[in-house]
């Protein structure tokens, strides 16, 4: 969508009506394009089958481990082990919530995207001062239209766009960042560089 829109800008830019900076125009939509709701939805789907897997009494009947150590070293090998997975279940409802919490940022951020996505039709609307864009150069020249008409609805066009952009990035660097701090420790985060 940003590319439809830059062409815009370009008709006017040819005409002498604005000039813009490409990269400036494109800062504010780099989260957005960047943002993979695809990859988080599958993120959820695996971490949501991962919390089944361990949360299925089949599952965990046929993982028990009781039976492979004898003597003192197995049974202490077996305390740790009955130690270790005592939280399982704690573990499993962690792995859950995480679950969910991505499942809801997918949800949203796809929400987001649709929205940007609307915001974004409306700046890459073809027709400039009533004018398709393809026939603007002949209009402006015939003075069909007024220059400074379309010069401030180009102006406008460039700061909404730079609205929807920000916005739409804030919400969606707010939705990562609330699904990874309810679904990490402290600890995590900073090895993923969050914190």
Known sequence: ??????????????LGLISFDDHTVRRAHVDVQAFDTAALASDAERVRAVADRLGDPAWAES????DLWSGRAGDTAAEVLSSATADLDAVVADIATTAIALESAATAADDVLVRYRRAMAAVCDPVLGGVDVDALPAAVSAGAVADDDVRAELVARIEYADSVGRT??????ALA???VDGAASAGELVLAGLR
């Open 168 to 173: 739409a990035s804030r919400a969606l660097v």
């Open 63 to 66: 993982s028990a481990f009781g």
């Open 1 to 14: 969508m940003i590319d439809d829109f830059i062409a815009i800008l370009d008709v006017g830019a040819r």
């Open 177 to 179: 960042r609330e699904a």
